[in-house]
């Protein structure tokens, strides 16, 4: 690299990012990370990579941070899709990006928050996105509808491991398209995950948030519980209109698809919150899976004050600090 380019590599702040399973508590840590790189002399900014976050009025199933606890922080990516959008992880890549680039142009670190793999890796590393064939497309509906959906799962599973630890087994979109992908490319849908050692772009620095399994899932039964009693099922009432029933992610969501089902009567309470706590685990352990086999990531202990210290630190080696 000449002097030039290493100088003008230098001058873009890095892109950080901090993941995990939901309950480490990520977006509490990256507002302390945010605040401490400002005392020390650096903007940040927040981009939302939770993939529920991005819909407009869930906020209390998805445990959004709410704009008056946002300590002045710019957040990106939040509520940008109506609850009636169907998600797209190629859409929110270019999204996601272009906020990292808009970030960084002002001198600002970007901290990309999140525990939805797919999203947070299709951010970090040369993970691309194949169109759509039609006729595979309808093969493979119609061996859902004839086969039954288990069938596509334990394809998957022989076929791409690393994508049917990351795809929900009960989302028969995601599992037909990850199927889809592997026909188009002759490679696994995951494939993009081994890009790992192929950062898009610059300087990345990947933290993750772990907590004890035991007292993890304590915290997410009672957070789901909390969320019940502060309101989730107006929340959801609300977006009834807005057309989250129709939505084919959002009507999906961990516990707005159990709070639809009360409000339509085909559910009582009590089977909902405890459908959506068993959900819950579930899903962190997937999480957990997932973000275990990214060797980039550099895991940071429980204890805050160390993990602040830890993260402020290595951000520190790359772009070194203007004032203590």
Do not use: C
């Not at 685990?281 to 004050?305: G, K």
């Not at 160390?306 to 402020?312: D, E, H, M, S, T």
Request: net charge negative; glycine share 10%; charged share 25%.
């Amino acid at each position: 690299m000449s002097a030039v380019a290493a100088e003008v590599s230098a001058a873009v702040p890095p892109l950080v990012a901090v993941v995990g399973a939901t309950g480490t508590g990520k977006s509490a840590f990256a507002l302390d990370l945010v605040e401490e790189l400002r005392r020390q002399g650096h903007d940040a900014e927040i981009i939302n990579a939770d993939a529920m976050q991005l819909y407009r009025g869930m906020d209390i199933g998805t445990a959004k941070i709410p704009l008056s606890a946002r300590r002045g922080i710019p957040h990106h990516l939040l509520d940008v899709w109506e609850p009636g959008t169907e998600a797209s992880v190629a859409e929110y890549q270019s999204l996601a990006r272009s906020a990292v680039g808009e970030v960084q142009h002002r001198g600002a670190i970007p901290v990309l928050v999140g525990g939805s793999g797919l999203y947070v890796s299709s951010v970090l590393y040369e993970f691309e996105f194949p169109g759509t064939d039609p006729g595979i497309r309808d093969r493979l509906e119609h061996r859902l509808e004839t086969e039954g959906r288990e069938a596509l799962v334990e394809e998957l599973r022989e076929r791409d491991p690393l994508a049917a630890m990351a795809i929900d087994s009960r989302n028969s979109r995601r599992l037909i398209r990850a199927l889809e992908v592997i026909e188009l490319t002759g490679k696994p849908f995951g494939a993009g995950l081994d890009a790992r050692h192929h950062p898009w772009q610059g300087t990345q620095l990947v933290f993750g948030l772990h907590r004890e399994r035991e007292a993890l899932v304590h915290d997410l039964d009672a957070r789901v519980l909390g969320m019940w009693e502060h309101g989730l099922l107006h929340e959801v009432s609300g977006l009834i209109p807005l057309g989250i029933a129709q939505g084919v992610t959002a009507s999906r969501a961990i516990g707005y698809q159990q709070a639809l089902a009360v409000i339509s009567g085909e559910m009582g309470q009590e089977e909902a919150i405890e459908g959506t706590q068993a959900l819950t685990r579930r899903y962190a352990r997937r999480q957990v899976s997932w973000f275990r086999r990214d060797d980039n990531i550099v895991w940071l202990p429980e204890d805050t004050d160390g993990a602040l210290a830890i993260a402020v630190g290595a951000i520190g080696a790359v772009v070194p600090f203007t004032r203590a």
